[in-house]
């Protein structure tokens, strides 16, 4: 890897910080757009620049500095009960950048790809809450799983229109390699 | 919202914890979070509290700044409490609403966790608020040293935070500027139809990352120029230096952990 990949993973891990504290006003559930963010850069970045942006941001984080969502951050909301969805970013943005990278970069594979990150954050996050709050499987899946199923498939369903509308766009501009 | 972005929580300060060694207090902190599972009983968890209110005290951290880091977590705090209180079912019952049981395990469990969870949010807490976010990045790097004989990228990490760190906020303002120019266009994100407001969210993002991905270019020409070549035999500016004051911290780690195992169940 030379020195551009790294500039390039830490910008995408900036850019993260600064979309995360966006408030995305989008009937019925308004949302960062941290979660977006996180497929944005997966999309753009391919699997591995886009993971290590996805390392950088969650270390910022832990370090003490206010980048997820709502001005938070230090090692506590790593660690504590809901880190695990935090910490899922990193297998789900690597896997949606491999998936994506396998297939193509149009909105079907991107759809697929994006539900594919959710459920990944969503297991993870549930597995993760389950040992840290030292809950029953029953009441890790009621309070961490079922209720974010319905806004996370509508996150991603924003989330890919945005992905590809945005690559297509940096693509135009040249600013990302066609073959990445 | 700009100085938060730069100094992260870390408020300056010269007491005790302030003038410790970055890698003191990381070593103090990682440790810290897994012997908190030791504790498994009254005394032990009474213990961890005392010894987190001792720390406080020390710190002379002001406590309305705790607090505040509290805020987005008090939520969370009483969702794992409920959901122990409510779906733990052993021991006596406590509270009968007919339709809803509380139990004494379920309760005491609740108590438990949130104190656990309580020093946790306290210590880490008192780490970022202490120690600059570019001084844990050092303190990181150092840290982790050991690892870069598995080939794991430990310099160049903690020089993407570093850059990161510096860009945020430039960033921040960009994304500012851009949202103002926007809405000078007459883009509007909070009314009209579903899809005119995902429209606008377009002409954010692109200028964003179009601003983004020059200025990483520019850099990384700027590095390459300047024969940047990574971590082997880079000289520092800032230096680590550990003092007696961090002996003592790691000695008072030591005797906590051991009280903790003496006193658990």
């Known amino acids: 890897m030379n020195v551009k990949n790294y500039v390039l993973a830490a910008f995408g891990a900036a850019i993260i910080a600064v979309l995360a504290q966006v408030m995305l006003p989008v009937p019925p559930v308004p949302f960062t757009g941290q979660t977006l963010a996180v497929g944005l850069i997966a999309t753009i970045l391919g699997p591995r620049l886009g993971t290590l942006a996805v390392t950088v941001y969650l270390l910022l984080g832990a370090a003490g500095l206010p980048v997820f969502a709502g001005f938070t951050g230090g090692v506590a909301k790593l660690i504590g009960p809901t880190g695990g969805y935090l910490v899922g970013f990193l297998p789900a943005a690597y896997l949606m950048g491999l998936y994506l990278e396998k297939t193509s970069y149009t909105y079907v594979q991107a759809a697929v790809a994006n539900v594919i990150g959710m459920f990944v954050t969503l297991i993870f996050g549930t597995i993760w809450l389950k040992i840290a709050g030292d809950l029953s499987w029953e009441a890790a899946l009621a309070g961490g799983m079922i209720p974010f199923i319905i806004p996370g498939l509508i996150k991603a369903a924003l989330a890919t229109w945005l992905g590809i509308f945005v690559r297509n766009r940096l693509m135009q501009a040249k600013l990302i390699a066609l073959t990445n | ?265």
């Open chain 2, 1 to 265: 919202m700009m100085e938060k972005m730069i100094f992260g929580r870390y408020i300056p300060g010269d007491s005790f914890v302030h003038k410790l060694d970055p890698r003191a207090k990381l070593i103090f902190v990682f440790a810290f979070i897994f012997i908190v599972f030791f504790a498994n009983n009254a005394v032990t968890y009474g213990l961890l509290l005392a010894f987190t209110l001792l720390i406080i005290f020390i710190s002379r951290i002001r406590l309305y700044f705790l607090i505040n880091g509290l805020k987005p977590i008090v939520f969370l705090m009483i969702f794992t409490f409920l959901l122990h209180t409510l779906f733990t079912r052993e021991g006596a019952v406590i509270l009968d609403f007919g339709f809803l049981k509380i139990y004494e395990q379920g309760l005491k469990q609740g108590i438990f966790i949130s104190t656990r969870f309580l020093v946790l949010v306290f210590m880490t807490s008192i780490l970022t608020l202490t120690t600059s976010p570019i001084s844990i990045t050092d303190g990181l790097e150092v840290l982790l040293n050991p690892l870069k004989k598995l080939k794991a990228p430990v310099h160049e990490l903690a020089l993407m935070m570093s850059i990161s760190l510096r860009f945020i906020p430039t960033l921040m303002d960009e994304t500012d500027k851009i949202m103002k120019a926007q809405m000078a266009r007459g883009s509007d994100l909070s009314a009209g139809p579903l899809k005119d407001r995902l429209k606008a969210v377009v002409p954010l993002l692109v200028p964003l990352f179009v601003s983004a991905f020059k200025r990483a270019e520019d850099l990384a020409t700027a590095m390459e120029v300047r024969g940047y070549r990574g971590g082997e035999g880079r000289t520092r500016y800032r230096q680590l230096k550990w003092d007696y004051r961090d002996t003592i911290c790691l000695i008072s780690l030591v005797v906590l952990t051991a009280l903790l195992v003496f006193y658990r169940n």
